[in-house]
């Protein structure tokens, strides 16, 4: 879901632009869309908010299929008490208790959007039954920014929550203190997705394509 600006010396239709440059394109890594815009436009200057979605597997069992694709817990997860925690991140905050020490960005001071929390159960556990304590969650984050491992660090006090060890108003705790100390560890990067910038509307590009929906 990255997007790109380039001059190009040519003219083409957007059509060609897709087909033509996804022919010298690897498998993993296609165009989705190409649209002109005007010189003022820039992918990374003119983005007005940055959006992620990390998908995590609760099940007894390690992930197999998708191992490497999903972040993984085996104990269950409480999806009332990490909306509850999710809510107080929301806003905006100093972040520095969710900043990687070799974080370089300017200020820790982000505007985090609702985190919008989904759960999805599996049809059946890997033993052959009926397992209601496996299913996928997937966590939706969108900010003006982020600082470097921001949503890693989140996701570890959001799953801390979820399994009880701390309450949710321990979120708030995190945030004041505004030290990395005070947080849960770093989580694991599999299951981390970038979902694409977001532009105003007045550009006119598409808000989401069909790789969009594809996760859990």
């Known amino acids: 879901?990255?997007?790109?600006?380039?001059?190009?010396?040519?003219?083409?239709?957007?059509?060609?632009?897709?087909?033509?440059?996804?022919?010298?394109?690897?498998?993993?890594?296609?165009?989705?869309?190409?649209?002109?815009?005007?010189?003022?436009?820039?992918?990374?200057?003119?983005?007005?908010?940055?959006?992620?979605?990390?998908?995590?597997?609760?099940?007894?069992?390690?992930?197999?299929?998708?191992?490497?694709?999903?972040?993984?817990?085996?104990?269950?997860?409480?999806?009332?008490?990490?909306?509850?925690?999710?809510?107080?991140?929301?806003?905006?905050?100093?972040?520095?208790?969710?900043?990687?020490?070799?974080?370089?960005?300017?200020?820790p001071v982000k505007t985090l959007a609702p985190i919008h929390i989904l759960r999805r159960g599996l049809p059946a556990s890997r033993g052959g039954g009926s397992d209601s304590t496996s299913c996928y969650w997937r966590f939706e984050f969108e900010a003006n920014a982020f600082l470097h491992h921001m949503i890693r660090n989140l996701m570890g006090c959001l799953i801390a929550v979820g399994q009880g060890s701390q309450p949710p108003e321990w979120v708030a705790e995190v945030l004041e203190a505004r030290s990395r100390k005070a947080a849960a560890p770093t989580f694991a990067p599999d299951g981390l997705y970038f979902l694409g910038p977001v532009y105003a509307d007045s550009w006119g590009l598409p808000a989401r394509t069909a790789a969009y929906d594809w996760l859990p």
């Open 1 to 107: 879901m990255q997007v790109v600006h380039f001059d190009a010396p040519v003219h083409r239709p957007a059509t060609a632009w897709v087909r033509g440059t996804n022919r010298f394109l690897p498998s993993d890594i296609a165009i989705q869309w190409a649209q002109s815009v005007p010189q003022s436009f820039h992918a990374r200057a003119s983005a007005i908010a940055r959006r992620y979605a990390y998908v995590l597997l609760q099940s007894p069992v390690r992930p197999s299929v998708e191992a490497g694709r999903v972040g993984w817990v085996f104990r269950p997860l409480d999806g009332a008490a990490m909306a509850a925690a999710a809510r107080i991140l929301e806003g905006e905050h100093d972040f520095s208790s969710f900043r990687a020490a070799t974080c370089q960005a300017h200020s």
